[in-house]
């Protein structure tokens, strides 16, 4: 490899064939791809084609630069805002073409006086039936829905998010479902006011687990990157992780029994080996929870991170004697051989979430599509 200090390798291949697993899965509803946060790390724009190659039918993004960098690289397909836009933030996104996610009488009229009733503009209605972040609560929803009656306004879709699709046991498995018929009350309610609305639903967890819950559409993030939205093995789904980060061994020296190595002198060598360094650090987002914890791919070994993560280098042990070199590849997350490390692993080692991690893979790391 050429010794960039790393790359995330991005196989748009695995994010092309995902889409198709969960446009198959979705059955007749269409499949949004949400392309959000760069593409959850694996970049917005090539996640986004590779996305709609394989089937997806819509856009989400969070941001209005999201939206831009994608018409910017020539998308046309229909792409939805999902976060909350200022008045300004929204005429941008009226002028490259977007959709807009609305949850209060006050942004639907910011909205119609961007609009005109030969030219209305595009909105989904957000509605809150448990998530207690964005959307109308129900007491609200009729006023919403007397805003958007506007004419100025072309209200595209009825939606809602789901808090626990990803709790398949314990406490809240049963949230999913009461938070589902809640959202089909209100569009009871609702819905005939507006008969060219989709209703969705659905996050990848509640579209691999409940079909009931698929609609007119589904959006669908983290298993088009092949991750688990239920940190198990993503290949249960027949999804493929897209993202591969590695890097290389930039120096090997020997330490004697009791030497530590790092900051804090977190570790110390049991016996007389050989410590690697790597030039990935918590600014890569290689999360400085890992130290101690988390191992990398060298060859096709599995070998431990030993130390304090710096933020632009760490340190593994090679262990006393083996043939690797300066120069040898060195995965941090990827397959090679019989071993592989998962997003779902990282995630687990620093106590948070696959998303976190593919998110997390820092400004400084290349993206190269495969
Ligand atoms: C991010 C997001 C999704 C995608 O969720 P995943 O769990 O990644 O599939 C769907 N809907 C909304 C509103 C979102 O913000």
Redesign the pocket.
Known sequence: MTHDRARARIDTGAIAHNARVLADAAGSARL?A?V?ADG?GHGGLSAARAALEGGAAAL?V?AVSEHEELRAGGVEAPIQV??PLTAGEMARVLAAGGEL?LWTAEAAGQAAALGSESAPVPVHL?LDTGMGR?GARAEDTAALAEAAGDPRLRVVGL?T?FAT??ELDGEHAGFMREQFIRFGNLVRDIGPRFPDAATHAA???A?LRDPRTHLDMV??????YGCS?FMGDPAEHGLVPAMELVTWLASIKRLRSRDSVGYGRTYRASRGTRIGLVPVGYADGYARGLSNTAEVLVGRRRVPVVGTISMDQLTIDLGPEGDEAVGDEVVLIGARGEERILAEDLGRLRGSIN?EVTCAVGARVPREAV
């Open positions: 949004m949400v959000k959850y989400g969070a999902l976060g996610t957000k964005l939606m998010h699709a990803d996050n990848s967890a579209t959006r669908c993030g983290i298993a088009l939205p998303y």
